[in-house]
């Protein structure tokens, strides 16, 4: 059974910085993707950045390029999103979701692309 765990979520306050993990488990592919996505009150899901497990390339939504990293530690099937210099417009629940279709490569951000998703954490900015 896959399963994706995320954890570090918390309150921070604005100029702040958390560590998010998602850790992987249950597939035995060397070949996928997993991103990072957020959902707001009343907003819809958007693609905040993804890595690929083969060489590693990364994409990242323009709202938070600069200010976010994704890693990843391919021998603990875990992937790290660092986010510094936080604003109260990153608030949302953080949600991380695998790709095993090599989908990532047409668009990382496509939401109905992913196979298996996480349960999400949530991450509050106060201003």
């Known amino acids: 059974e896959v399963q994706l765990v995320e954890s570090g979520g918390g309150l921070v306050q604005a100029g702040g910085s958390l560590r998010l993990s998602c850790a992987a488990s249950?597939?035995?592919?060397?070949?996928?993707?997993i991103g990072w996505f957020r959902q707001a009150p009343g907003k819809e899901r958007e693609g905040v950045s993804c890595i690929s497990s083969d060489d590693g390339s990364t994409y990242y939504a323009d709202s938070v390029k600069g200010r976010f990293t994704i890693s990843s530690d391919n021998a603990k099937n875990t992937v790290y999103l660092e986010m510094n210099s936080l604003k109260p417009e990153d608030t949302a629940v953080y949600y991380c979701?695998?790709?095993?279709?090599?989908?990532?490569?047409?668009?990382?951000?496509?939401?109905?692309?992913?196979?298996?998703w996480g349960q999400g954490t949530q991450v509050t900015v106060s201003s």
């Open positions: 979701a695998l790709d095993l279709h090599r989908s990532w490569e047409l668009s990382w951000s496509v939401v109905d692309w992913y196979d298996y």
């Open positions: 249950g597939f035995s592919s060397d070949d996928y993707a």
